[in-house]
């Protein structure tokens, strides 16, 4: 009996981190509250403050326990020939969860709370570590040429994926949009003359 006690307290739980995490997109942090959290999980406002200890803990809780697979994708170093595709893996498995999928729009959208706001920047530099890890280590394997300014591609496809994440994710063509981006990334990190053509540059941007 106190095993499933246990279990249903533990179900519990984890059925308030996802409704805490619902509401918090669809009201935004400020104006999300325990009511309507307690609504969302079908438990009474006390079943909150008994689990998680009020909102901000809630928060905190969540950011704590929810890791979505682009995260872990950016955990370690990787070549660029595979590093490219396990990035489009990483964000489609993401955005095909829905706890994953509410995660990644709460640190998108609800930036202004200084817990997330700090996950947003977590994530954008070590995005920006790691694919300018992968070019980097593909110049000196001589995979791309040794010219290419690996700063401008870097920047850019960091630019391109916050704008298809801030303006995609709901969109039904998402998986075409995202092959789009990387194609024209790698179109351009394996081209020569096109880190020379400004046009060009100017067009991709």
Request: proline share 2%; glycine share 6%.
């Amino acid at each position: 009996m106190a095993r499933k006690s246990r279990d249903d307290a533990e179900k519990t739980r984890q059925n308030i981190l996802k409704a805490g995490l619902s509401v918090f997109v669809r009201d935004g942090y400020e104006a999300a509250t325990l009511d309507a959290i307690a609504k969302e999980a079908r438990v009474s406002r006390g079943a909150i403050y008994w689990h998680h200890n009020g909102k901000i803990n809630l928060l905190e809780q969540i950011l704590t326990e929810y890791q979505t697979p682009l995260e872990r994708y950016l955990e370690k170093p990787e070549a660029l020939s595979s590093g490219l595709a396990h990035l489009k893996n990483a964000i489609i498995e993401t955005v095909s969860n829905k706890e994953f999928l509410l995660l990644t729009k709460a640190v998108l959208t609800c930036k202004w709370q200084p817990q997330i706001n700090r996950r947003n920047k977590e994530l954008q530099e070590r995005l920006t570590i790691k694919v300018r890890s992968m070019l980097h280590d593909a110049q000196k394997n001589g995979e791309l040429d040794s010219t290419l300014n690996i700063e401008q591609p870097t920047k850019w496809l960091q630019c391109a994926l916050g704008g298809l994440f801030l303006h995609g994710l709901d969109h039904h063509l998402f998986s075409a949009m995202l092959d789009s981006t990387l194609g024209l990334f790698e179109f351009w990190i394996r081209s020569k003359s096109l880190g020379d053509n400004p046009d060009l540059l100017a067009s991709l941007g």
